[in-house]
């Protein structure tokens, strides 16, 4: 314990009210020379002992409390003073307190304000942990939702995962293998289109992170309208990315799909850098 917490166990020890450890922290306190609570438990000694607080009895306050009740007693019995007795029809309106009932006041005083600052620490002591307790479960509720939010993303992608696989089979699907261009040459990527079953998925890799005023955009290239929009994606910063593409038109013969890095928000025809590209089979 530092000084402070220290002095404030001097009214206790004058009362003869401290436990074991923190009686002998005090004496080591006192005993290493402080002055001022050598001082401080001085005077908290003198008030006490006008009451004769060695006497028989319950405890050191259950002693104050009963010497101060008996002077109270005592002094309703005393003879009027002189006052009264030139004016035998007035009576006192208080009775006189005696110098050491007043020490036993102030000594229950001192006592009662030195428990409230305990009590006071006690409860700052207790609020500093609720406070601690709130802010774990605060950055344990964070983990949880991080966590939920990773498996979403996980079910998110087995379930792409699936509709890749899926369109990449059956009689009537197609896939085109697009391979990366100059601007990215170790990139790669497969399209698989199957109509039958109404889906048409994309599985890229490779591909550089796309500017904030940028995104990448994937086209059909079909035999008579050229290129067709089929979905925009931002690939993940790490591993592969599969996207849900939009189906061409069924009157369409998709002879190729492409992937160019456009205007954030996408255009209608292709107008940036190629970045993959790739035939589908003939079917």
């Not at 009895?57 to 409390?65: M, S």
Request: hydrophobic share 45%; proline share 6%.
């Amino acid at each position: 314990m530092d000084h402070a917490e220290l002095k404030d166990l001097l009214p206790l020890k004058a009362l003869g009210r401290l436990n074991a450890d923190e009686a002998r922290a005090v004496d080591e306190h006192l005993g290493a020379g402080c002055d001022e609570c050598a001082r401080e438990l001085a005077s908290f000694t003198d008030a006490l002992a006008a009451m004769a607080i060695a006497e028989a009895g319950d405890g050191p306050t259950d002693r104050i409390w009963s010497n101060l009740q008996a002077r109270l007693d005592a002094s309703r019995r005393a003879p009027a003073d002189r006052r009264s007795q030139r004016d035998p029809m007035r009576r006192p309106r208080f009775a006189i307190l005696t110098s050491a009932a007043a020490a036993a006041l102030i000594a229950i005083v001192v006592s009662s304000i030195f428990f409230t600052q305990r009590l006071r620490r006690i409860t700052s002591d207790t609020s500093n942990e609720i406070a601690a307790l709130t802010e774990r479960v605060i950055l344990v509720q964070r983990d949880l939702e991080a966590t939920g939010d990773k498996l979403a993303a996980l079910q998110t992608r087995l379930a792409q995962t699936t509709d890749l696989t899926l369109a990449s089979l059956g009689a009537d699907a197609r896939v085109a293998h697009l391979a990366g261009l100059a601007p990215a040459l170790s990139a790669a990527g497969t399209v698989a289109l199957n109509r039958a079953q109404g889906a048409a998925m994309l599985h890229v890799s490779g591909l550089p992170p796309a500017p904030d005023d940028r995104i990448y955009e994937v086209w059909w290239i079909g035999a008579k309208r050229g290129p067709l929009k089929a979905g925009l994606f931002e690939p993940l910063s790490q591993g592969a990315t599969i996207v849900a593409l939009d189906l061409p038109p069924r009157d369409e013969m998709v002879l190729a799909s492409a992937v160019t890095l456009e205007p954030r928000g996408g255009v209608d025809k292709p107008t940036g850098t190629m970045y993959l590209k790739g035939d589908f089979s003939r079917p």
